[in-house]
């Protein structure tokens, strides 16, 4: 079974600045890895898929790399809008953890 | 325009039989898997099983096989989670998403959520 490890759990950062958060997967998953953003009481969005694919109508300051097992969801010069919480997820395989456990991005 | 919309939230008692749904629009139904997703109070999100409307084939995660039934109705486009004995921890958000058509695929619409709470 696939294990996701997403860190941190969660962050600080302040309007402008450039955050990173990682999601490792226990085996290889080649490029199946999608991030998700979802605000408050609303389902998620679809931002990145197939590890570096920025979905359309999403903003270019977002930006996703990695394969195999490390990937990474980079943020640049962070917007209010953008501070909320963050998902992974691996679509290599139904068995074990799909979503990693999320990243809450806090205003400093 | 792709939309899915679900039904409104819930409150049942434990051992209630509940079925939730959701409809479809702006795209060819039976193309595309759609999955269903539980998001516990203040908690991350958790892949329950994914269905294909064409031919019903639905897989389930091992965490949620047995204890919950996927199923779609093609004539109207729905897709329905049910529970045939709902337990006090089955209180949590479920939202349903398509799989898109692009490499991965990843969930790429999803609906605005179901509330489903369990109290006695």
């Known amino acids: 079974d696939i294990q996701m490890t997403q860190s941190p759990s969660s962050l600080s950062a302040s309007i402008g600045d450039r955050v990173t958060i990682t999601c490792r997967a226990s085996?290889?998953?080649?490029?199946?890895l999608h991030w998700y953003q979802q605000q408050p009481g609303k389902a998620p969005r679809l931002l990145i898929y197939?590890?570096?694919t920025l979905q359309r109508g999403v903003p270019s300051r977002f930006r996703g790399s990695g394969s195999g097992t490390d990937f990474t969801l980079t943020i640049s010069s962070l917007q209010p809008e953008d501070f909320t919480t963050y998902h992974c997820?691996?679509?290599?395989?139904?068995?074990?953890?799909?979503f990693g456990q999320g990243t809450k991005l806090e205003i400093k | 325009e792709v939309r899915l919309v679900q039904s409104r939230a819930e409150v049942k008692k434990p051992g209630d039989f509940l079925k939730i749904s959701c409809k479809a629009s702006?795209?060819?139904?039976?193309?595309?898997?759609i999955g269903w997703v539980r998001q516990m109070p203040g908690k991350g999100l958790e892949w329950m099983g994914i269905?294909?409307?064409?031919?019903?084939?639905?897989r389930y995660s091992p965490s949620f096989q047995g204890q919950v039934i996927i199923s779609v109705d093609k004539s109207t486009n729905t897709a329905y989670l049910q529970w045939r004995s709902l337990k006090a921890s089955d209180t949590a958000m479920y939202f349903c998403?398509?799989?898109?058509?692009?490499?991965?695929?990843?969930?790429?619409?999803w609906g605005q959520g179901t509330l489903v709470t369990v109290s006695s």
């Open positions: 998403a398509r799989q898109g058509d692009i490499a991965g695929p990843p969930f790429d619409y």
């Open positions: 702006g795209y060819r139904f039976i193309g595309n898997w």
């Open positions: 269905i294909y409307p064409d031919d019903s084939d639905a």
């Open positions: 085996q290889n998953i080649s490029h199946y």
């Open positions: 197939s590890a570096s």
């Open positions: 997820q691996q679509s290599y395989s139904a068995l074990g953890d799909v």
